[in-house]
């Protein structure tokens, strides 16, 4: 067999074309040292492995794999070489080496020289790190090429933090396993390790146990909500021979899985399936709705020999120190309502629902403990005392993680709603649905982990901190990553690197070249904080317009094109406002670095769109209250729009209508199923009565309470339909007005919400 060599030509001084561009790694290392000149690499370069362990072979052929996949270049993978000659990509696995400053054992140091390029690390995890590294620095461009000129560097490296988590939701939303080995792979080349998986809650169970069958049979499946008929079954769950499989994948690329199993709250999709194992002993549905549910674990210790059996079943499938029990949103109202628990409080000397709480999380740690496992639960488990060893995730903000480190425990911060992927990434309407608030990859790069609130002594017990992916509203693999990345990107520099070393000019200049990596591997990012943006007002002349273009980092140079073809980095460079002729066609595109940042946005404007408001651009009735979703429903002609909506009530103002000149309101709605349980906010549910029987649309002058311009009976919502479109009549004359639009009704569900309003003349 013809066996190719790698050629190096030794680091001198480059000649001008091969002046070493900026490093393009994320995360940033702790120390990168760039030497003048560089060397080529040519398919089929040799990869020497000097170990006998076969971990190191595990890793090199886990890169060489991932290098093909991107540059498609392939490496000649040379298994336990024990040869002297230095030359090539060696690989060394030295139990004695250690990395400056590193007290972990993640620690690596790279060498690219003139002689070849050196990867050593102490253990098998830091010569991953290395190798992902090393991967990046092979891919600061994608090109196909069968070899390539790369700068000469010294890297040392380690983490900042121990626990750099990804949170999936598998819940709510089931992901396939196959989908759940790319997350992982994903996180891997962010050195991402903890993979936080939510198993069960009110609306699924997703782990096979082999003793209690129903809680896949019944629990892994539910009716989901809906307005029009019944709609097909919805569900699945991993079997154990599949949760092995993906924990083994996990080991392979240096990730420990952290299975939660919700207690004492969460638990409705187990009731289901076992109905003695609630408080009523009533079988409820598999939950359809979001929000906090009533039904619990009762304290029985029937109940605590099923928890404990289905625990052993869960650490035998997951080998990690870790086992998250939840622990929050546990409502209480059915313990306090059942006499069979009052009693059962009496007997155990506990004062209330909340130490009642508080002694069932410390049984279960008992156990945990005795089987040689840590206890790890939200916040929440803070309420009537903390169990002697258990570690808190801070998801209430930072003072639950704060109180729990003054008291000696250790923490994960996964604050809400910074930490909250769920939340979108910019106030475009084009973002997915979920939650409104914004956190912006900005956001998430000036996160700091460590709360300055603790004294030094007390900080040593944050581990680190991660991010949550609450699948309600991701409800395609698309989403999910679409949320993930590339704030994940952010996440990992955060959790990585030295605060001394972050910058967000840096980090925003090393990007470009990580979004084509994404790309190369077929992986749906976000592209949010760079896409244009582009917003139009009537111009100062008659059928004119004023178009105003930025994105959200302000980074990169703008380009728009007015001929209906993409633009280009040759087309005229944004500077200031257009002027523009309507009706007219823009689009635009950031570029940096000779790559664009973003797909092109485009708007076509004339007299009809400068009038026409989407859910996003009409303002709420209660500003800051309320609590506002972004929520997916039908759009005319088919397919999925998104509405923004208050669900505590459900009203908008269209700013600014000039009554002088618009005579008519066109509105276009959807019915919506109201699935939210809201527990102790039911009560902040607005319903507003009306004369037609399914409800009616109201426009009113200036205020929610001021004149009725005009009233539109809706449409029974019994049949399958795609939206409403509601006509109202403006009165003539009297000025610039605020619009407030909501809707009448007598029920809550379903609920009615608007997607566009229009005016017209």
């Known amino acids: 067999m013809l066996v190719l060599v790698l050629i190096l030509v030794a680091c001198q001084s480059a000649?001008?074309?091969?002046?070493?561009p900026p490093p393009s790694l994320i995360p940033l290392p702790a120390s990168v040292d760039l030497s003048p000149g560089y060397f080529t690499l040519h398919q089929g370069a040799a990869l020497n492995i000097r170990s006998g362990n076969p971990a190191a072979l595990g890793v090199a052929r886990y890169f060489a794999d991932l290098l093909a996949r991107t540059r498609d270049i392939h490496l000649d993978v040379r298994p336990?070489?024990?040869?002297?000659?230095?030359?090539?990509?060696?690989?060394?696995?030295?139990?004695?080496?250690?990395?400056?400053?590193?007290?972990s054992d993640e620690g690596y140091e790279l060498t690219v020289a003139s002689h070849g390029i050196r990867l050593i690390a102490r253990t098998p995890h830091g010569l991953f790190n290395g190798s992902v590294t090393l991967w990046q620095w092979l891919t600061q461009d994608t090109a196909h090429k069968v070899s390539f000129d790369v700068p000469c560097v010294h890297i040392e490296d380690h983490p900042r933090f121990a626990w750099r988590g990804l949170m999936l939701d598998?819940?709510?939303?089931?992901?396939?396993?196959?989908?759940?080995?790319?997350?992982?792979?994903?996180?891997?080349?962010?050195?991402?390790?903890v993979f936080h998986w939510h198993l069960t809650d009110d609306q699924g169970w997703r782990i096979e146990i082999k003793q209690y069958p129903k809680l896949t049979d019944i629990g892994a499946w539910r009716i989901p909500a809906s307005v029009y008929g019944a709609p097909s079954r919805y569900g699945g769950f991993y079997t154990q021979e599949q949760i092995r499989d993906i924990v083994r994948f996990a080991a392979e690329r240096y990730i420990t899985i952290?299975?939660?199993i919700e207690m004492p709250g969460h638990a409705q999709a187990a009731i289901a399936a076992y109905p003695e194992l609630g408080v009523t002993g009533v079988r409820p549905p598999v939950s359809p709705d979001w929000g906090v549910h009533t039904y619990l674990y009762n304290v029985d210790d029937s109940t605590f020999s099923f928890l404990e059996n289905v625990l052993t079943e869960v650490m035998d499938l997951f080998p990690g120190n870790y086992v998250h029990i939840g622990g929050d949103e546990a409502a209480k109202d059915q313990w306090?309502?059942?006499?069979?628990?009052?009693?059962?409080?009496?007997e155990l000397g506990v004062a209330d629902e909340t130490a009642l709480q508080s002694w069932f999380i410390a049984r279960i740690e008992r156990f945990l403990d005795d089987h040689g496992r840590k206890l790890i639960g939200w916040d929440e488990i803070l309420q009537g005392g903390l169990p002697p060893r258990a570690t808190v995730m801070s998801w209430q903000g930072t003072k639950g993680g704060i109180e729990a480190a003054r008291q000696g425990h250790d923490v994960v911060m996964a604050p809400?709603?910074?930490?909250?992927?769920?939340?979108?990434?910019?106030?475009?309407?084009?973002?997915?649905?979920?939650?409104?608030?914004?956190?912006?990859?900005d956001d998430v790069y000036a996160y700091e982990p460590t709360p300055q609130e603790l004294d030094s002594t007390q900080a040593r017990h944050v581990l680190g901190a991660q991010a949550n992916l609450w699948s309600e509203y991701m409800d395609t693999t698309q989403r999910v990553e679409h949320a993930a990345f590339p704030r994940a990107d952010a996440l990992a520099e955060v959790l990585w690197s030295p605060p001394s070393r972050r910058n967000w000019a840096g980090f925003l200049s090393r990007l470009p070249a990580q979004l084509d990596r994404y790309r190369a591997l077929g992986i749906d990012f976000a592209d949010s904080a760079f896409a244009a943006d582009i917003t139009a007002k009537a111009g100062r002349q008659a059928r004119g317009a004023e178009v105003e273009i930025s994105n959200q980092t302000h980074f990169g140079d703008i380009h728009y094109s007015l001929d209906r073809t993409p633009p280009s980095a040759a087309s005229a460079a944004y500077r200031a406002p257009v002027s523009l002729a309507l009706p007219a066609w823009i689009s635009a595109v950031a570029f940096a670095q000779g790559r664009a940042l973003a797909a092109p946005e485009a708007r076509v404007l004339d007299a009809g769109s400068l009038a026409r408001l989407n859910s996003d651009a009409l303002l709420p009735c209660k500003p800051g209250l309320g609590l506002p979703l972004r929520l997916p429903g039908p759009v005319r002609g088919g397919g999925e729009a998104v509405y923004r909506v208050d669900i505590f009530d459900p009203c908008w103002i269209y700013p600014h209508a000039d009554l002088d000149n618009m005579r008519r309101l066109e509105v276009i709605a959807a019915a919506l199923p109201y699935n939210f349980q809201l527990?102790?906010?039911?009560?902040?549910?607005?319903l507003r009565p009306g004369a037609a029987p399914a409800g009616e649309l109201q426009v009113r002058k200036d205020t929610c309470d001021g004149d009725v311009l005009d009233t539109i009976a809706l449409p029974a919502a019994t049949t399958r339909q795609d939206t409403a479109q509601l006509q109202a009549t403006l009165p003539h004359g009297g000025g610039v007005h605020d619009l407030c639009l909501f809707f009448t009704r007598a029920r809550i569900d379903p609920m009615w919400a608007i997607d566009t309003v229009q005016l017209l003349p």
Do not use: C, T
Not at 15 to 20: L, T
Not at 428 to 436: F, K, T
């Open 15 to 20: 000649p001008q074309q091969h002046k070493p």
């Open 80 to 103: 336990f070489d024990a040869a002297e000659n230095d030359d090539g990509i060696i690989f060394v696995l030295d139990p004695q080496f250690l990395v400056r400053d590193d007290s």
């Open 170 to 193: 598998s819940a709510r939303r089931y992901q396939s396993p196959e989908f759940i080995k790319q997350l992982l792979d994903e996180m891997a080349r962010h050195k991402l390790d």
């Open 258 to 260: 952290v299975p939660e």
């Open 336 to 346: 306090q309502a059942s006499a069979h628990i009052q009693q059962r409080m009496r």
């Open 416 to 441: 809400s709603p910074l930490m909250y992927f769920d939340h979108v990434q910019s106030q475009r309407h084009d973002e997915p649905p979920g939650r409104p608030d914004v956190v912006s990859l």
């Open 679 to 686: 527990w102790k906010d039911a009560d902040k549910v607005v």
